[in-house]
């Protein structure tokens, strides 16, 4: 698959994620799983993770999913905020 054509999981993800998380300045989501939907690496930098810890900002990543995440065997989560 070419460098810029991204699964239909991959597209649903990344919308939702951009609906969920209006102030994101970058979102990257990439199925590791070889193109099956199984899993997921997903990269947010949004100002709403600002002030938060890591493990919380995960966890509103895990809430933004949770419907797609039923369907899901494995998911990374690499946030932050945008550096100031």
Do not use: N, Q, T
């Given at each position: 698959r070419g460098f810029t054509s991204q699964t239909d999981g991959e597209s649903r993800?990344?919308?939702?994620?951009?609906?969920?998380?209006?102030r994101a300045s970058a979102i990257k989501v990439v199925d590791i799983s070889g193109g099956c939907?199984?899993?997921?690496?997903?990269?947010?930098?949004?100002e709403e993770f600002r002030e938060k810890r890591t493990v919380q900002q995960h966890q509103m990543v895990n809430q933004a999913l949770g419907e797609e995440i039923k369907h899901m065997h494995g998911l990374r989560i690499f946030t932050s905020a945008p550096k100031p």
């Open positions: 993800l990344v919308r939702v994620l951009r609906e969920k998380f209006p939907g199984a899993m997921y690496e997903i990269h947010i930098e949004s």
